[in-house]
């Protein structure tokens, strides 16, 4: 750090100098050096460096260094200040994407088929379609921790993914156990009624479940209320746009494209029935490369209603969600009112 500080004073003293005084100055630095090297170094004072290989550097530098001309100057000054016109006249955003752009934006829409069955157990069976059996049971009208451990057991039989009883996901370390009045599910207190769910990632004829369930069969005879529900056919879409860049860097155009797409696929799956937002907005999409050099594209489109399964859960919307691919990262801010499984909307 110490010789660049020499370099640049170097610089700033022979820029006032004339083109033959650059042999002067640089005897006059090795004369400093001469004298320096007797004078004893006191901590806390400046001092010139002194080792071989820097002080070779230095006086080369001085004998090479050359005043810049005034035709160099201008031309510089022209050439920034053609570039700030063309950074200054590009920030505005076409309407349309030229078709010969080098911006490639691949479509990623995942869309699988899932089955879901919803068994509810009561103590009350008052609304279920059961007939009262009378038993021996201690227990004849109250559902206790072997029945749900039953039902859990015939869905892992037909290989459900995901089982999850009053919203506790079941794992091989899950526990169910009696507590009292209550049933402990994963260390969780729960109580009448029990809604346990399983999850299928493709169709399952759900009569083969049901079909001389044994399981079933046997709580609805003790008169425990008992209701089954099936949903097939419900599409997850997985829809993540990744854009590929080969000659351009204009984030301008990378941000019309990927509005581009995502505006394509809002109408394509505008029809669909399981996921519904009434009405929605894209409040802002932020482009930003690994470079962290970002450009936010501001629009306002509506329309009502458009499915946007992409960001959406069960329990809402996710607004701010990453997408991530090898050379952007996207943010896209979404606000709207969100509604669930079209079987349970409500309307506004």
Same mark, same amino acid.
């Given at each position: 750090?110490?010789?660049? =500080?020499?370099? &640049? =004073?170097?610089?700033?003293?022979?820029?006032?100098?004339?083109?033959?005084?650059?042999?002067?100055?640089?005897?006059?630095?090795?004369? $400093?050096?001469?004298?320096?090297?007797?004078?004893?170094?006191?901590?806390?004072?400046?001092?010139?460096? +002194?080792?071989?290989?820097?002080?070779?550097?230095?006086? +080369? $530098?001085?004998?090479?260094?050359?005043?810049? @001309?005034?035709?160099?100057?201008?031309f510089g000054v022209t050439i920034i200040t053609f570039i700030a016109f063309i950074g200054l006249t590009?920030?505005?955003?076409?309407?349309?994407? *030229?078709?010969? %752009?080098?911006?490639?934006?691949?479509?990623?829409?995942?869309?699988?088929?899932?089955?879901?069955?919803?068994?509810?157990?009561?103590?009350?069976?008052?609304?279920?379609?059961?007939?009262?059996?009378?038993? #021996?049971?201690? @227990?004849?009208?109250?559902?206790?921790?072997?029945?749900?451990?039953?039902?859990?057991?015939?869905? +892992?039989?037909?290989? &459900?993914?995901?089982? %999850?009883?009053?919203?506790?996901?079941?794992?091989?370390?899950?526990?169910?156990?009696?507590?009292?009045?209550?049933?402990?599910?994963?260390?969780?207190? =729960?109580?009448?009624?029990?809604?346990?769910?399983?999850?299928?990632?493709? #169709?399952? *004829?759900?009569?083969?479940?049901?079909?001389?369930? @044994?399981?079933?069969?046997?709580?609805?005879?003790?008169?425990?209320?008992?209701?089954?529900?099936?949903?097939?056919?419900?599409?997850?879409?997985?829809?993540?746009?990744?854009? +590929?860049?080969e000659d351009t860097k204009d984030l301008n155009i990378?941000?019309?494209?990927?509005?581009?797409?995502?505006?394509?696929?809002?109408?394509?799956?505008?029809?669909?029935?399981?996921?519904?937002?009434?009405?929605?907005? /894209?409040?802002?999409?932020?482009?930003?490369?690994?470079?962290?050099?970002?450009?936010?594209?501001?629009?306002?489109?509506?329309? #009502? *209603?458009?499915? /946007?399964?992409?960001?959406?859960? *069960?329990?809402?919307?996710?607004?701010?969600?990453?997408?991530?691919?090898?050379?952007?990262?996207?943010?896209?801010?979404?606000?709207?009112?969100?509604?669930? /499984?079209?079987?349970?909307?409500?309307?506004?």
């Amino acid at each position: 750090m110490n010789q660049d =500080c020499e370099i &640049a =004073c170097d610089q700033h003293v022979i820029s006032y100098l004339k083109d033959s005084e650059n042999l002067r100055y640089g005897n006059t630095i090795i004369k $400093m050096l001469k004298i320096s090297n007797n004078i004893q170094w006191m901590p806390g004072t400046a001092s010139l460096s +002194k080792g071989k290989s820097g002080i070779k550097r230095r006086i +080369k $530098m001085i004998s090479k260094y050359k005043k810049l @001309s005034l035709g160099g100057v201008i031309f510089g000054v022209t050439i920034i200040t053609f570039i700030a016109f063309i950074g200054l006249t590009n920030s505005k955003i076409k309407a349309d994407v *030229p078709n010969d %752009t080098s911006v490639k934006a691949s479509k990623n829409i995942n869309e699988t088929e899932r089955s879901l069955i919803y068994i509810t157990l009561s103590d009350n069976n008052e609304g279920f379609d059961n007939t009262k059996v009378s038993s #021996q049971d201690l @227990s004849p009208y109250l559902v206790n921790y072997e029945d749900i451990k039953s039902i859990v057991n015939q869905l +892992k039989k037909f290989s &459900a993914v995901k089982i %999850t009883v009053n919203g506790e996901q079941i794992s091989e370390k899950s526990e169910i156990n009696p507590d009292a009045q209550f049933i402990r599910i994963n260390g969780n207190k =729960c109580k009448s009624s029990f809604i346990i769910k399983g999850e299928w990632n493709k #169709q399952i *004829p759900a009569d083969s479940l049901l079909k001389d369930n @044994s399981a079933i069969n046997e709580l609805k005879s003790r008169g425990i209320g008992v209701k089954v529900e099936t949903k097939n056919n419900i599409s997850n879409l997985d829809y993540k746009p990744s854009i +590929k860049v080969e000659d351009t860097k204009d984030l301008n155009i990378i941000s019309n494209k990927l509005f581009t797409e995502y505006l394509n696929y809002y109408t394509k799956v505008a029809a669909n029935n399981d996921f519904k937002l009434r009405s929605y907005k /894209i409040n802002q999409i932020t482009v930003k490369n690994n470079n962290n050099d970002s450009f936010e594209f501001m629009v306002d489109f509506s329309v #009502q *209603p458009v499915n /946007i399964e992409a960001w959406l859960t *069960p329990n809402g919307i996710k607004s701010d969600d990453w997408v991530n691919n090898k050379t952007f990262f996207v943010k896209v801010s979404i606000s709207g009112n969100v509604y669930s /499984i079209k079987e349970k909307s409500t309307s506004p």
